[in-house]
Protein backbone atom coordinates (compact mmCIF):
# COMPACT_ATOMS: atom_id res chain seq x y z
CA UNK A 1 0.00 0.00 0.00
CA UNK A 2 1.38 3.02 -0.89
CA UNK A 3 1.96 6.04 1.96
CA UNK A 4 -0.73 8.67 0.59
CA UNK A 5 -3.14 5.90 0.82
CA UNK A 6 -2.15 4.52 3.85
CA UNK A 7 -2.50 8.50 5.27
CA UNK A 8 -5.78 8.78 4.38
CA UNK A 9 -6.87 5.57 5.68
CA UNK A 10 -5.36 6.79 9.08
CA UNK A 11 -7.39 10.05 8.33
CA UNK A 12 -10.76 8.45 8.16
CA UNK A 13 -10.03 6.53 11.17
CA UNK A 14 -9.32 9.34 12.99
CA UNK A 15 -11.96 11.42 11.90
CA UNK A 16 -14.23 8.84 12.83
CA UNK A 17 -13.37 9.19 16.24
CA UNK A 18 -13.04 12.54 16.41
CA UNK A 19 -16.55 13.03 15.20
CA UNK A 20 -17.68 10.21 18.39
CA UNK A 21 -15.43 12.50 20.36
CA UNK A 22 -16.75 15.66 19.79
CA UNK A 23 -20.69 14.11 20.30
CA UNK A 24 -19.05 12.87 23.81
CA UNK A 25 -18.31 16.46 24.84
CA UNK A 26 -21.70 18.41 24.08
CA UNK A 27 -23.09 16.22 25.63
CA UNK A 28 -21.07 16.39 28.30
CA UNK A 29 -20.86 20.27 28.18
CA UNK A 30 -24.69 20.31 27.61
CA UNK A 31 -25.33 18.43 31.12
CA UNK A 32 -23.01 20.83 32.69
CA UNK A 33 -24.48 23.99 31.37
CA UNK A 34 -27.96 23.02 32.89
CA UNK A 35 -26.13 22.77 36.00
CA UNK A 36 -24.87 26.32 36.18
CA UNK A 37 -28.21 27.65 34.64
CA UNK A 38 -29.82 26.11 37.83
CA UNK A 39 -27.28 27.92 40.07
CA UNK A 40 -27.60 31.03 37.79
CA UNK A 41 -31.75 31.10 39.40
CA UNK A 42 -30.71 30.27 42.88
CA UNK A 43 -28.70 33.11 42.56
CA UNK A 44 -31.19 35.48 40.84
CA UNK A 45 -34.09 34.33 43.15
CA UNK A 46 -31.96 34.58 46.53
CA UNK A 47 -30.96 38.35 45.08
CA UNK A 48 -27.35 37.99 44.29
CA UNK A 49 -28.09 39.39 40.44
CA UNK A 50 -24.41 40.81 40.36
CA UNK A 51 -22.48 37.40 41.28
CA UNK A 52 -24.93 36.04 38.65
CA UNK A 53 -24.23 38.43 36.45
CA UNK A 54 -20.19 37.26 36.96
CA UNK A 55 -20.79 33.93 36.68
CA UNK A 56 -22.91 33.85 33.54
CA UNK A 57 -20.58 34.86 31.90
CA UNK A 58 -18.66 31.04 32.24
CA UNK A 59 -21.96 29.81 30.59
CA UNK A 60 -21.97 31.99 27.53
CA UNK A 61 -18.17 30.65 26.98
CA UNK A 62 -19.56 27.24 27.52
CA UNK A 63 -22.21 27.42 24.57
CA UNK A 64 -19.66 29.06 22.19
CA UNK A 65 -17.57 26.30 22.55
CA UNK A 66 -20.17 23.91 22.37
CA UNK A 67 -21.38 25.85 18.63
CA UNK A 68 -17.25 25.67 17.75
CA UNK A 69 -17.46 21.95 18.67
CA UNK A 70 -20.73 20.90 15.98
CA UNK A 71 -19.12 22.73 13.41
CA UNK A 72 -15.56 20.60 13.59
CA UNK A 73 -18.04 17.99 13.74
CA UNK A 74 -19.56 19.02 10.33
CA UNK A 75 -16.33 20.05 9.17
CA UNK A 76 -15.48 16.01 9.72
CA UNK A 77 -18.13 14.60 8.34
CA UNK A 78 -17.49 16.32 5.34
CA UNK A 79 -14.06 15.30 4.99
CA UNK A 80 -15.23 11.61 5.88
CA UNK A 81 -17.72 11.93 3.13
CA UNK A 82 -15.51 13.33 0.51
CA UNK A 83 -12.91 10.89 1.57
CA UNK A 84 -12.95 10.08 -1.91
CA UNK A 85 -11.25 13.60 -2.97
CA UNK A 86 -8.76 12.85 -0.40
CA UNK A 87 -8.17 9.53 -2.48
CA UNK A 88 -8.03 11.50 -5.79
CA UNK A 89 -5.32 13.47 -5.09
CA UNK A 90 -2.74 10.77 -3.76
CA UNK A 91 -1.31 10.31 -7.31
CA UNK A 92 -1.17 13.73 -8.94
CA UNK A 93 -0.31 15.10 -5.16
CA UNK A 94 3.71 15.60 -5.17
CA UNK A 95 5.62 14.68 -2.20
CA UNK A 96 4.70 15.94 1.37
CA UNK A 97 7.57 17.98 1.25
CA UNK A 98 7.10 19.71 -1.63
CA UNK A 99 3.04 20.06 -1.53
CA UNK A 100 1.38 23.60 -1.71
CA UNK A 101 -2.07 25.24 -1.32
CA UNK A 102 -2.61 24.48 -4.60
CA UNK A 103 -3.45 21.02 -4.38
CA UNK A 104 -5.97 21.80 -1.93
CA UNK A 105 -9.64 21.01 -3.27
CA UNK A 106 -11.61 23.37 -3.04
CA UNK A 107 -14.57 21.29 -1.46
CA UNK A 108 -12.08 20.61 0.97
CA UNK A 109 -10.57 24.16 1.56
CA UNK A 110 -13.07 25.06 4.11
CA UNK A 111 -12.92 22.03 6.29
CA UNK A 112 -9.47 21.41 6.31
CA UNK A 113 -8.09 25.19 7.18
CA UNK A 114 -10.77 25.22 9.73
CA UNK A 115 -9.56 22.07 11.10
CA UNK A 116 -5.64 23.10 10.70
CA UNK A 117 -6.91 26.68 12.63
CA UNK A 118 -9.04 25.12 15.24
CA UNK A 119 -8.02 21.94 16.30
CA UNK A 120 -4.88 23.43 18.58
CA UNK A 121 -7.48 25.32 20.57
CA UNK A 122 -9.48 22.65 21.58
CA UNK A 123 -8.86 19.79 24.22
CA UNK A 124 -10.09 17.16 21.50
CA UNK A 125 -6.68 14.93 21.20
CA UNK A 126 -8.35 12.52 18.31
CA UNK A 127 -8.52 16.22 16.36
CA UNK A 128 -5.13 16.81 17.50
CA UNK A 129 -4.32 13.78 15.18
CA UNK A 130 -6.48 14.65 12.20
CA UNK A 131 -4.95 18.09 12.02
CA UNK A 132 -1.59 16.41 11.93
CA UNK A 133 -2.51 13.72 9.13
CA UNK A 134 -3.87 17.04 7.36
CA UNK A 135 -0.89 18.74 7.50
CA UNK A 136 1.23 15.53 6.05
CA UNK A 137 -1.25 15.63 3.96
CA UNK A 138 -1.16 19.44 2.24
CA UNK A 139 2.14 20.40 3.16
CA UNK A 140 3.44 23.21 5.72
CA UNK A 141 2.54 26.09 3.49
CA UNK A 142 -1.36 25.24 3.83
CA UNK A 143 -0.79 24.79 7.77
CA UNK A 144 0.74 28.26 8.11
CA UNK A 145 -1.64 30.18 5.81
CA UNK A 146 -4.41 28.48 7.82
CA UNK A 147 -2.80 29.24 10.97
CA UNK A 148 -2.81 33.12 9.79
CA UNK A 149 -6.47 32.79 8.85
CA UNK A 150 -6.28 32.20 5.08
CA UNK A 151 -9.24 30.12 3.96
CA UNK A 152 -10.99 29.83 7.31
CA UNK A 153 -14.79 30.23 7.81
CA UNK A 154 -15.26 33.30 9.78
CA UNK A 155 -17.68 31.61 12.32
CA UNK A 156 -15.08 29.17 13.46
CA UNK A 157 -12.98 32.70 13.89
CA UNK A 158 -15.54 34.08 15.61
CA UNK A 159 -16.37 31.67 17.99
CA UNK A 160 -12.32 31.14 19.05
CA UNK A 161 -12.14 34.51 19.90
CA UNK A 162 -11.71 35.77 23.88
CA UNK A 163 -14.20 38.49 23.94
CA UNK A 164 -15.65 39.63 27.21
CA UNK A 165 -19.69 39.36 26.39
CA UNK A 166 -21.98 42.16 25.73
CA UNK A 167 -23.94 43.52 28.81
CA UNK A 168 -26.86 43.46 26.33
CA UNK A 169 -26.25 39.48 25.74
CA UNK A 170 -25.62 38.80 29.78
CA UNK A 171 -29.00 40.21 30.36
CA UNK A 172 -30.55 38.41 27.44
CA UNK A 173 -29.22 35.40 29.04
CA UNK A 174 -30.34 35.82 32.34
CA UNK A 175 -33.44 36.89 31.27
CA UNK A 176 -34.13 33.79 29.43
CA UNK A 177 -32.87 31.70 32.80
CA UNK A 178 -35.01 33.60 34.90
CA UNK A 179 -37.83 33.02 32.52
CA UNK A 180 -37.59 29.26 32.01
CA UNK A 181 -37.32 28.56 35.87
CA UNK A 182 -39.72 30.90 36.91
CA UNK A 183 -37.78 33.35 39.14
CA UNK A 184 -38.85 37.12 39.00
CA UNK A 185 -35.82 39.29 37.38
CA UNK A 186 -35.24 43.03 36.48
CA UNK A 187 -39.11 43.88 38.34
CA UNK A 188 -38.01 43.42 41.93
CA UNK A 189 -34.86 45.97 43.07
CA UNK A 190 -32.39 43.95 45.50
CA UNK A 191 -30.02 46.23 47.84
CA UNK A 192 -26.35 45.71 46.87
CA UNK A 193 -27.61 44.82 43.65
CA UNK A 194 -28.70 47.97 42.05
CA UNK A 195 -28.96 51.82 42.66
CA UNK A 196 -30.33 52.98 45.38
CA UNK A 197 -34.01 54.35 44.63
CA UNK A 198 -35.42 57.65 44.30
CA UNK A 199 -36.57 59.67 47.62
CA UNK A 200 -39.55 60.71 45.60
CA UNK A 201 -41.24 57.15 45.00
CA UNK A 202 -43.22 55.74 47.37
CA UNK A 203 -41.60 53.18 49.45
CA UNK A 204 -44.95 50.64 49.70
CA UNK A 205 -44.78 49.30 46.31
CA UNK A 206 -44.75 50.02 42.54
CA UNK A 207 -47.76 52.89 42.18
CA UNK A 208 -49.99 52.73 39.57
CA UNK A 209 -51.34 55.57 36.92
CA UNK A 210 -54.60 56.67 36.76
CA UNK A 211 -56.14 59.45 34.98
CA UNK A 212 -52.48 60.92 34.68
CA UNK A 213 -51.98 60.73 38.44
CA UNK A 214 -50.26 58.07 40.80
CA UNK A 215 -52.27 55.98 42.66
CA UNK A 216 -51.11 54.34 45.34
CA UNK A 217 -51.59 50.38 45.37
CA UNK A 218 -53.41 50.13 48.68
CA UNK A 219 -56.29 52.37 47.83
CA UNK A 220 -56.43 50.81 44.35
CA UNK A 221 -56.77 47.56 45.74
CA UNK A 222 -60.15 49.32 48.70
CA UNK A 223 -61.61 50.57 45.63
CA UNK A 224 -61.42 47.50 43.89
CA UNK A 225 -63.07 45.56 46.71
CA UNK A 226 -65.83 48.51 47.07
CA UNK A 227 -66.70 47.92 43.36
CA UNK A 228 -66.45 44.36 43.49
CA UNK A 229 -69.12 44.32 46.50
CA UNK A 230 -71.60 46.83 45.16
CA UNK A 231 -71.66 44.50 42.15
CA UNK A 232 -72.84 41.57 44.38
CA UNK A 233 -75.54 43.56 45.94
CA UNK A 234 -76.78 44.98 42.50
CA UNK A 235 -76.88 41.63 41.23
CA UNK A 236 -78.41 40.09 43.98
CA UNK A 237 -81.15 42.74 44.31
CA UNK A 238 -82.00 41.63 40.69
CA UNK A 239 -82.63 37.75 41.54
CA UNK A 240 -85.07 39.16 44.36
CA UNK A 241 -88.34 37.72 44.51
CA UNK A 242 -91.66 40.70 43.73
CA UNK A 243 -93.37 40.65 46.39
CA UNK A 244 -97.58 39.29 46.40
CA UNK A 245 -98.92 42.34 47.91
CA UNK A 246 -98.62 45.35 47.29
CA UNK A 247 -100.16 48.82 48.77
CA UNK A 248 -100.56 49.70 52.32
CA UNK A 249 -101.39 46.87 54.69
CA UNK A 250 -102.49 47.22 58.61
CA UNK A 251 -100.18 46.98 60.62
CA UNK A 252 -102.27 45.43 63.59
CA UNK A 253 -102.13 41.38 63.36
CA UNK A 254 -104.65 39.41 65.68
CA UNK A 255 -103.30 36.09 66.56
CA UNK A 256 -105.63 33.61 68.09
CA UNK A 257 -105.45 31.59 71.04
CA UNK A 258 -103.98 28.34 70.98
CA UNK A 259 -106.32 25.09 72.13
CA UNK A 260 -105.22 23.86 75.46
CA UNK A 261 -106.33 21.23 78.04
CA UNK A 262 -108.47 23.37 80.04
CA UNK A 263 -109.44 25.63 76.95
CA UNK A 264 -110.16 22.81 74.34
CA UNK A 265 -112.45 25.78 71.87
CA UNK A 266 -110.87 28.70 73.25
CA UNK A 267 -112.37 31.94 71.60
CA UNK A 268 -111.00 35.35 70.89
CA UNK A 269 -111.90 38.16 73.11
CA UNK A 270 -112.06 41.26 70.99
CA UNK A 271 -112.17 45.13 72.67
CA UNK A 272 -114.71 47.09 73.61
CA UNK A 273 -115.52 48.59 70.88
CA UNK A 274 -115.43 45.41 68.24
CA UNK A 275 -117.33 43.37 70.52
CA UNK A 276 -119.98 46.00 70.58
CA UNK A 277 -120.09 45.64 67.21
CA UNK A 278 -120.77 42.11 67.18
CA UNK A 279 -123.54 42.47 69.64
CA UNK A 280 -125.37 44.68 67.27
CA UNK A 281 -124.95 42.45 64.16
CA UNK A 282 -126.69 40.10 66.64
CA UNK A 283 -129.48 42.12 67.54
CA UNK A 284 -130.13 42.90 64.04
CA UNK A 285 -130.89 39.08 62.62
CA UNK A 286 -134.84 38.38 61.92
CA UNK A 287 -137.00 36.61 64.48
CA UNK A 288 -137.48 32.88 63.72
CA UNK A 289 -141.08 32.02 62.09
CA UNK A 290 -143.25 30.99 64.16
CA UNK A 291 -144.95 27.52 63.67
CA UNK A 292 -148.78 27.21 62.55
CA UNK A 293 -149.58 26.41 66.44
CA UNK A 294 -148.89 29.67 67.39
CA UNK A 295 -146.96 30.86 69.85
CA UNK A 296 -145.84 28.10 73.32
CA UNK A 297 -147.82 30.11 76.68
CA UNK A 298 -145.99 30.58 79.32
CA UNK A 299 -146.72 28.42 82.65
CA UNK A 300 -147.97 30.86 84.59
CA UNK A 301 -150.58 31.52 82.13
CA UNK A 302 -151.65 27.99 82.36
CA UNK A 303 -151.73 27.61 85.54
CA UNK A 304 -154.38 30.71 85.92
CA UNK A 305 -156.15 28.90 83.20
CA UNK A 306 -156.69 26.02 84.44
CA UNK A 307 -157.79 27.95 87.83
CA UNK A 308 -160.78 29.33 86.39
CA UNK A 309 -161.98 26.49 84.28
CA UNK A 310 -162.47 25.05 88.28
CA UNK A 311 -164.90 27.32 89.64
Do not use: W
Not at 12 to 39: P, T, W
Not at 88 to 115: G, N
Not at 146 to 163: H, I, N, Q
Not at 226 to 240: G, H, P
Amino acid sequence: MAPSASLVNKLKVQLKLSISRLRMVQQKDSAKVKQQRREMAQLIEVGKVQSARIRVENIIRSDITTELHEILELYCELLLARSQLLESQVSSSAPSSTASSTLLDPALEEAVRSIIYAAPRTEVKELHTVRALLVDKFGKDVAVASMEGEGVAERVVKKLRVDTPREDLVDAYLTEIASFYGVPYGVAKTSGDVAEDDDDEPSGGIAEEVDGELEDPLVADANKREDSKKEEEREALAKANTPKKLGPQSPLRVVPPSPSTDNVAPRLKLPGSAAAKVAQSETKKPAKKEDGLGKIPDVDELARRFAELKR
